[in-house]
């Protein structure tokens, strides 16, 4: 039986259409202000994207902001217990939902 493969990208693409199925509110996940609505949508997206095995450099691709953005949000979560590594040196990619 022959499976479809499919990329990183598209897959997060797949994930955000499914998440956000109105464009005004991706529009808010991707806008440049700093407002409390907007961190806590994104928080909630990247920890969706890195627990359906998604790279932080593509969820940065995806979002239009940049790694280190992501990777401050994926320790914030896993230091507020939304999300686990199995361990300290493992990539966020295996990261699973608390």
């Known amino acids: 039986m022959k499976t479809a493969i499919e990329s990183p990208q598209a897959k997060a693409e797949r994930l955000l259409m499914a998440m956000f199925p109105d464009k005004d509110d991706l529009k808010k996940l991707t806008a440049s202000n700093r407002s409390h609505e907007k961190m806590?949508?994104?928080?909630?997206?990247?920890?969706?994207?890195i627990i359906e095995g998604i790279p932080t450099a593509v969820i940065a691709r995806i979002l239009k902001t940049g790694q280190?953005?992501?990777?401050?949000?994926a320790r914030w979560l896993e230091k507020n217990g939304k999300i686990v590594?199995?361990?300290r040196f493992a990539h966020w990619i295996d990261a699973r939902e608390v």
């Open 85 to 87: 590594k199995p361990s």
């Open 68 to 73: 280190a953005t992501i990777q401050y949000h």
């Open 40 to 49: 806590d949508l994104l928080r909630q997206t990247i920890a969706q994207l």
